[in-house]
């Protein structure tokens, strides 16, 4: 078997999470927060639209983490981000981490919004 070392681009993986917060590239960040190819920084949740319109030019698809559970994000929400060209993809938080940090490790654009888990 082969193994190679994973090289993650100027994003940041996700390390791992606990209640109320995420470890992000090292560095424990309270939630809710978003990280992209810019960097990682507090998100307001689901009425703070205009934080993800900011990062929709340096990714294809948005992962938006619900929390411990996989709920509805607010149609107004999905549909700016889609207007934007922004792919979006909902799951719960730990799901929302893993997916986000496989395609990161891939090179992909991507960027994660993420709610606190319980």
Same mark, same amino acid.
């Given at each position: 078997?082969?193994? #190679?070392? +994973?090289?993650? @681009? $100027?994003?940041?993986?996700?390390? %791992?999470?606990?209640?109320?917060?995420?470890?992000? %590239? %090292? =560095? =424990?960040?309270?939630?809710?927060? /978003?990280?992209?190819?810019?960097?990682?920084?507090?998100?307001?949740?689901?009425? $703070? !639209?205009? @934080?993800?319109? $900011?990062?929709?030019?340096?990714?294809?698809?948005?992962?938006? %983490?619900?929390?411990? $559970?996989?709920?509805?994000?607010?149609?107004a /929400?999905r549909?700016?981000?889609?207007?934007?060209?922004?792919? !979006?993809? +909902?799951?719960?938080?730990?799901?929302?981490?893993? @997916?986000? #940090? !496989?395609?990161l490790?891939?090179?992909?654009? !991507?960027?994660?919004?993420? /709610?606190? +888990? @319980?």
């Amino acid at each position: 078997m082969r193994l #190679n070392e +994973v090289v993650y @681009t $100027d994003a940041e993986p996700v390390d %791992g999470y606990g209640a109320g917060f995420f470890r992000i %590239g %090292g =560095k =424990k960040r309270e939630a809710p927060l /978003l990280t992209s190819p810019g960097g990682t920084r507090a998100w307001g949740g689901y009425e $703070d !639209v205009a @934080t993800l319109l $900011d990062i929709s030019g340096e990714i294809d698809v948005l992962f938006i %983490g619900t929390g411990s $559970d996989i709920a509805h994000i607010p149609a107004a /929400l999905r549909a700016a981000l889609e207007q934007a060209g922004t792919g !979006v993809e +909902v799951m719960s938080s730990p799901a929302a981490c893993r @997916t986000y #940090n !496989v395609l990161l490790s891939e090179g992909r654009r !991507v960027g994660l919004a993420v /709610l606190p +888990v @319980t």
